[in-house]
């Protein structure tokens, strides 16, 4: 009949069952990594007042995240550590017996190969001044010294048994630097993740509290502008040719467009890091009876996915992985 349409999408809508089998993008507990915290000295696990439901753990309750984790199968954890001291060159993080590397080796022994355990390669929680990096004369951080850290860190991680570095403090080079240290102590084995596209961001807000961050000012001088789009890939790009095996975009959700053009171009796996404000807000609308938090949940994480990450840390990884098993 005249005026009535021929073409009828909705009729791929009509029922679940039609839903699910047309569906171009779905979720698996494989494509998800728990960022973890661990904090050195606690007798119990300490909540984080910004981010309900996370908590920094101690070495004891950090195994009974890792069971959990692997027991809902996700892909991996990514480890975060909460140091007791800390000085100006963030001596804690190389030490084989800081929080970090001590907490690797429990998380190793715990997943055995059930899941891919991975550190954050980053000295801002182990600094008093709390930046990505070392401080020159002037109180800027200083790239090509910090460089030397870095190479450090990774030996110690991948000594405590890491099997991939998170490389998030954005110095220029910081991929080669880190590639050289561990092929030339004969660790090739471990993978890198470089945090490529990680942008100045308000939304990690809720992460200084939860490593307990001694910043004092902000680290546009080293992460990207909010404005700038091409310069996330142009950092992905660069990573790639150093060598990394996989790139990051940080944060996920105000940043889709540099992560489906991230993900439209880089030769390796692109993965993107649904940070702590993220969450946070979620939990506080639905805390609220504003949002359906499940529901919620589940489409942010789908539009991630959707717009090209192959991999996505996030806080309910977990609980996620429960729900869509």
Not at 11 to 19: D, G, K, N, Q
Not at 55 to 71: F, I, M, P, R, S
Not at 309 to 323: K, N, P, R, S
């Amino acid at each position: 009949m005249s005026g009535f349409p021929t073409v009828r999408p909705r009729r791929l809508r009509s029922t679940p069952a039609l839903r699910r089998l047309v569906a171009e993008t779905r979720l698996h507990p494989a494509e998800l990594v728990l960022p973890v915290f661990v904090r050195e000295g606690a007798g119990a696990p300490v909540p984080i007042s910004s981010m309900p439901g996370v908590v920094q753990h101690t070495t004891e309750t950090l195994k009974g995240a890792v069971a959990d984790a692997a027991a809902a199968g996700i892909g991996g954890i990514m480890l975060f550590g909460v140091p007791e001291h800390k000085d100006a060159e963030g001596s804690g993080a190389t030490d084989p017996d800081g929080i970090l590397n001590l907490a690797t080796r429990v998380a190793v022994a715990e997943a055995g190969d059930a899941l891919v355990v991975q550190t954050d390669l980053c000295l801002d929680e182990f600094t008093d001044h709390g930046h990505c990096g070392v401080l020159d004369a002037a109180g800027a951080v200083d790239n090509d010294a910090t460089l030397v850290r870095y190479r450090d860190m990774a030996l110690a991680q991948a000594e405590a048994g890491s099997h991939l570095l998170g490389l998030s403090g954005m110095m220029d080079g910081q991929v080669a630097a880190i590639r050289d240290a561990l092929d030339t102590a004969g660790r090739s084995d471990v993978a890198l993740l470089a945090y490529s596209g990680k942008y100045a961001s308000a939304f990690y807000g809720p992460f200084r509290e939860a490593v307990q961050s001694s910043l004092q000012g902000d680290r546009r001088t080293y992460q990207l502008d909010a404005a700038n789009r091409r310069e996330g890939v142009r950092e992905a790009m660069l990573d790639v040719a150093e060598g990394a095996d996989l790139v990051m975009v940080k944060p996920a959700m105000s940043y889709l467009d540099v992560l489906a053009d991230t993900a439209a171009a880089s030769p390796v796996p692109v993965w993107a890091y649904q940070v702590s404000g993220e969450y946070a807000m979620i939990e506080a609308a639905a805390a609220h009876g504003w949002i359906d938090r499940r529901r919620a949940i589940e489409e942010s994480v789908l539009g991630i996915r959707r717009a090209g990450a192959d991999a996505v840390l996030t806080y309910w990884a977990t609980e996620l992985a429960g729900w869509i098993r």
